[in-house]
T-cell receptor, first 113, second 113 residues
Framework: KAGVTQTPRYLIKTRGQQVTLSCSPI?????VSWYQQTPGQGLQFLFE???????NKGNFPGRFSGRQFSNSRSEMNVSTLELGDSALYLC????????????FGPGTRLTVL | QQQVKQSPQSLIVQKGGISIINCAYE??????FPWYQQFPGKGPALLIA?????SEKKEGRFTISFNKSAKQFSLHIMDSQPGDSATYFC????????????FGEGTQLTVNP
């Protein structure tokens, strides 16, 4: 089975711009979660989607949004980028055991200048 | 009450030695405790996970020990190898919050040859 794929792998944007990141989960998985990883804050939960519905959301401002499509692919959008948004954005695909197992993709490295 | 505290921040072990990483949690509603391994430039990879009805789980050289009364769990890596050098994260989740993972701060393990 192919793993979780994320595109693009690297992205450079300037402050004020917006960005869209994409994630394709493992085939058959219906849950997609997004996490932000930074050296200072570690791994923080952004949101989770299951069957096109957001079922959980972390403590991030409304500039961070996401959606999931009928084929389980998910996109995450960040508007009005700030320098502090520079991070590795990780997508995780839900597996068996009621979706508790999470399998992460390689991430998208976002740099905001 | 959502925190998971991990120690040590960094660990250096000789080849063949035992690596031990500890985590403590506060929220007694947590009911799933995975460990992840992350290499530079990669996403976290699920190593092993445990539920609180079990005190120990072993998979190859990796063992989780779980102490429910102390609200602590630990990862033991037996016969540590240079290829085990990576950052390790403990995490926890509770069924009532979906499969949202709360991560520890991470431990950078270096295994010297």
């Amino acid at each position: 089975k192919a793993g979780v794929t994320q595109t693009p792998r690297y992205l450079i944007k300037t402050r004020g711009q917006q960005v869209t990141l994409s994630c394709s989960p493992i085939s058959g998985h219906r849950s997609v979660s997004w996490y932000q990883q930074t050296p200072g804050q570690g791994l923080q939960f952004l949101f989770e989607y299951f069957s096109e519905t957001q079922r959980n959301k972390g403590n991030f401002p409304g500039r961070f949004s996401g959606r999931q499509f009928s084929n389980s692919r998910s996109e995450m959008n960040v508007s009005t980028l700030e320098l502090g948004d520079s991070a590795l954005y990780l997508c995780a695909s839900g597996g068996t055991s009621g979706g508790r197992e999470k399998f992460f993709g390689p991430g998208t490295r976002l740099t905001v200048l | 009450q959502q925190q998971v505290k991990q120690s040590p921040q960094s660990l250096i072990v000789q080849k063949g030695g035992i690596s031990i990483i500890n985590c403590a949690y506060e929220n007694t509603a947590f009911d799933y405790f995975p460990w992840y391994q992350q290499f530079p430039g990669k996403g976290p990879a699920l190593l092993i996970a445990i539920r609180p009805d079990v005190s120990e789980k072993k998979e190859g050289r990796f063992t989780i020990s779980f102490n429910k009364s102390a609200k602590q769990f630990s990862l033991h890596i037996m016969d540590s190898q240079p290829g085990d050098s990576a950052t390790y994260f403990c995490a926890a989740s509770r069924e009532t919050s979906g499969s949202r993972l709360t991560f520890g701060e991470g431990t950078q393990l270096t295994v010297n040859p």
